[in-house]
C-alpha cells in the first residue's frame, strides 16, 4: 500500500516570513495529493490538492508543487500569519478501476508562526 | 455543522465494552471513511464505505466493524477486541472517491476508563 512520509513534524517560523513542509509518497499510481489544516480541537479542513497531471497550483499565500519523477510533493506558505498556526497533514492516494482505498495520510507537521 | 455530524463528542468505555460512534452526512456523498488520529501519528485508515452494503477494510481494521444500511450512515463499532481504543476517530465523507478529497466530522474523542 502507499506510504507517505511527512518533514518537518514542528516548524517554527517568525511572523511574515515563509513555511514549507515536504512529503514524499511510495506508490507510483497515486494521483491525488490533498493537504489539510486542522486548528486545535478542530477537524481536518482541506487547504489546496494537487493531481498528477499538474506540476504547480497556488491560491493566494499557499502554493503546492508536485514533482512525480521523485515521487514528492511540497506546500509552501508565504507571509505567514498567526491564524496559519496548526498541524498540516498532506496525504496521497492512487486511483485503481475507477475507485479509490481512501487517502494515506502523513504524520503532520505542528506549524508555528512566532509574532 | 459541515453536513457530516458525528456523535457523541466525547465518550467514556469500560474495559470489556462495545461503543458505537455514529457518522450521519447529508451532502449525498457516495463514499465515507472512518480513521482514527494518535498523537505524532497523523490519521490512519480504520474501515471505508463507496457504496452502500458494502466496505473494506483499511490499515487498522482489527477489533473494530462498521456498516452501511444507509447512504447517510456509517456507523463504527469500537469492540471489546481492541486492546488500545483511546483516541480521536474522525469520520469523513466524498463525493466519489478519495480523489475529489473529504469534508470531516467534527471526530469523537473516546477514551477508556
Known amino acids: 500500500g502507499e506510504n507517505v512520509e511527512q518533514h518537518p513534524s514542528t516548524l517554527s517560523v517568525q511572523e511574515g516570513d515563509s513555511a514549507v513542509i515536504k512529503c514524499t509518497y511510495s506508490d507510483s499510481a497515486s494521483n491525488y495529493f490533498p493537504w489539510y489544516k486542522q486548528e486545535l480541537g478542530k477537524r481536518p479542513q482541506l487547504i489546496i490538492d494537487?493531481?498528477?497531471?499538474?506540476g504547480e497550483k497556488k491560491d493566494q499565500r499557499i502554493a503546492v508543487t508536485l514533482n512525480k519523477t521523485a515521487k514528492h510533493f511540497s506546500l509552501h506558505i508565504t507571509e505567514t500569519q498567526p491564524e496559519d498556526s496548526a498541524v498540516y497533514f498532506c496525504?496521497?492516494?492512487?486511483?485503481?478501476?475507477?475507485?479509490?482505498?481512501?487517502?494515506?495520510f502523513g504524520k503532520g507537521t505542528h506549524l508555528i508562526i512566532q509574532p | 455543522d459541515g453536513g457530516i455530524t458525528q456523535s457523541p463528542k466525547y465518550l467514556f468505555r469500560k474495559e470489556g465494552q462495545n461503543v458505537t460512534l455514529s457518522c450521519e452526512q447529508n451532502?449525498?456523498?457516495?463514499?465515507m471513511y472512518w480513521y482514527r488520529q494518535d498523537p505524532g501519528q497523523g490519521l490512519r485508515l480504520i474501515y471505508y464505505s463507496q457504496i452502500v452494503n458494502d466496505f473494506q477494510k483499511g490499515d487498522i481494521a482489527e477489533g473494530y466493524s462498521v456498516s452501511r444500511e444507509k447512504k447517510e450512515s456509517f456507523p463504527l463499532t469500537v469492540t471489546s477486541a481492541q486492546k488500545n481504543p483511546t483516541a480521536f476517530y474522525l469520520c469523513?465523507?466524498?463525493?466519489?472517491?478519495?480523489?475529489?478529497?473529504?469534508?470531516f466530522g467534527s471526530g469523537t474523542r473516546l477514551t477508556v476508563v
Open positions: 469523513a465523507s466524498s463525493v466519489g472517491t478519495a480523489n475529489y478529497g473529504y469534508t
Open positions: 494537487i493531481r498528477s497531471n499538474v
Open positions: 451532502l449525498n456523498h457516495d463514499a
Open positions: 496525504a496521497a492516494t492512487p486511483q485503481a478501476g475507477g475507485g479509490a482505498d481512501g487517502l494515506t
